[in-house]
């Protein structure tokens, strides 16, 4: 988009007709957090809450992302916040491939005007969908990669779905909640030595 603000950006989403999902939305959830975050961090697509609300990750997976967040020693309010999708899927299915390509030029807006220093994509779908790969989640997570959006090369930190992690409850060691304690903590480095 020429000429881009975050206030077009935000109303240029919020009347998107881009793909089918504007037929069932009741919100668009464009994403939130300060527009000078050096964090973007990259969901899948907006479930029931966040459909309701129009707020990204307030969901149960949502909500215990934050706490995991929180216990390596990450403000919530200090990342920006959005999805691959900003419409949610129905029932929670994952976003299709034509509802990716139709809307990740919105987060390419979005890392056009934030310019972050890190992004961390949640789960495979966005984590795909930004490093053009069809590695899974398990291969991808534990170490930072180059990705590409928008024509900005980008440090990307893959990090498990919190869905799969309420499935997955145990802490041990090697098990999906500490390997993300670790990612988290590992991002929290990365920001603190780069910045
Ligand atoms: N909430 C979101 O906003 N995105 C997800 O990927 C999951 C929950």
Redesign the pocket.
Known sequence: MADLSWLKLKEAVGRCRKCPLWETRNNV?FGEGPEDSSVLLV?????A??DSSG?????R??RF?TDLMAEAGLKREDLF???VVHCRPPGNRNPKKGEIKACLHWLEDIVGLLRPQVVVT??N??SQAIMDTKEGISTLRGRFHRGSLGGMDLAVRPIF???YLLRNRSREEGRPVASTLEDLRALVDFVRTTS
């Open positions: 959830v969901g899948e697509a907006p479930g809450e966040e707020r990204p990750f307030v969901g997976s949502g992302l916040i959005s999805n949640v789960g779908v966005p779905h919190p869905a």
